[in-house]
């Protein structure tokens, strides 16, 4: 994912929005007596990592249907996000919170994070992505499939064949070649982690893992470190990481072609179509938040057609309603992961604590 792209997308819709804020929020108003009567707030707030972006001109269109305008406060990694939202349970920093997923959503829901509201549009999410559809806690607003990508320079330089699935990356021809993020401190490396698991089964992953620490294996913090910092086909990196794998996602290509004239018939990175997992996004209404009509106003945006058609190209993730259309760029450079492997969510509430430990003493001592 191109993240200087979000970056800029995200500070400009901060900008704007702070202006716009601060001439809509109202204080008090004067009654007919003199006194003060409380003006029910204007301002939306939205919880989120650092990787949520959107078009001002989409924020804007929701001003204009709502009168609400958002102010968007970015929490760090996905991980790192939703445990400041546990720790400030019962006094949240925002009304919504946007970027829990399947891996760590029943830690937000064990923890009574949520609000439940039924938000408009749920009739397109196809049920597989509806994890809690009978309570409404939470509503998919994306999914995307985290594999590994590869820099095609890399390879085509040293003639050596991309990897396509998890025995490769474990192969001596590929030693010191990834970078995957933490588990304990990143969604997208518990999300590896998984796909791990759901490979290998819960008595073998950690004999897999064990091989790919001694092949080599480069543990970072986070996606943007990952991405950025360390894999030599990063656009926002200007090139300069030297591993030419990384955990991402199978949307990131279109990333690396946005803007770029002419396109290319091919893009510079491509997907390791056999080391997927399945990520699902959530927003939810947070309890004790101070707006809760913007909030429910916001999640019912969130899942509109106009924020889900924009979605791809800013967070390059796949929209949850089946009737969004997708940009060309996103069809022609992504890769369609149809059956990535998985693990039921039940099964990763009961033993992600424990397993991210275990991978903790193995990868990281």
């Avoid at 707030?41 to 919880?47: C, D, E, H, N, R």
């Avoid at 693990?343 to 990763?348: F, K, R, T, W």
Wanted: glycine share 10%.
């Amino acid at each position: 994912m191109n993240t200087n792209l979000r970056r800029a997308a995200t500070a400009v819709v901060a900008t704007a929005l702070g202006a716009t804020a601060l001439a809509a929020c109202g204080g008090s108003g004067d009654k007919a007596d003199g006194s003060k009567t409380a003006t029910p707030s204007k301002t939306v707030t939205l919880v989120s990592h650092d990787s949520f972006a959107a078009s001002p001109a989409v924020l804007k269109e929701f001003t204009k249907e709502t009168g609400y305008t958002v102010k968007v406060l970015a929490g760090g990694d996905a991980g790192a996000a939703v445990n400041q939202a546990i720790l400030s349970k019962g006094h949240p920093q925002g009304d919504v919170f946007f970027g829990v997923d399947n891996t760590l959503l029943s830690r937000a829901l064990d923890n009574d994070l949520f609000t439940p509201y039924e938000a408009k549009g749920l009739d397109q999410v196809p049920a597989a992505l509806q994890l809690d559809k009978d309570k409404h806690r939470v509503t998919p607003i994306d999914s995307g499939d985290v594999c590994v990508n590869y820099d095609r320079k890399y390879f085509d330089a040293h003639k050596l064949a991309v990897p396509a699935t998890f025995d490769d990356l474990i192969k001596p021809e590929y030693k010191n070649l990834l970078v995957t993020e933490n588990s304990a401190t990143s969604s997208p490396g518990l999300a590896f982690q998984l796909g791990t698991i759901a490979k290998y089964g819960a008595d073998g992953w950690q004999d897999y893992w064990k091989k790919l620490k001694a092949n080599g294996v480069e543990v970072v913090d986070g996606w943007e470190q990952a991405y950025n910092d360390r894999f030599s086909g990063s656009a926002g990196g200007k090139g300069k990481g030297d591993k030419p794998l990384v955990v991402s996602y199978a949307s990131s290509p279109p990333a690396e072609v946005l803007g770029v004239k002419p396109q290319p018939a091919q893009g510079p990175t491509g997907v390791a179509t056999g080391t997927c997992f399945r990520q699902i996004e959530f927003a939810g209404l947070l309890k004790g938040g101070k707006n809760d009509a913007g909030g429910k106003a916001l999640l019912d945006f969130l899942l509109s057609k106009t924020f889900q058609q924009d979605m791809p190209l800013q967070m390059f993730v796949n929209p949850a309603r089946q009737d969004a259309a997708l940009p060309a760029e996103f069809t022609k450079y992504g890769v369609k992961i149809d059956t990535p492997p998985t693990v039921a969510p039940d099964e990763i509430a009961k033993n992600r604590d424990q397993w991210v430990k275990t991978w903790s003493s193995l990868v990281l001592k």
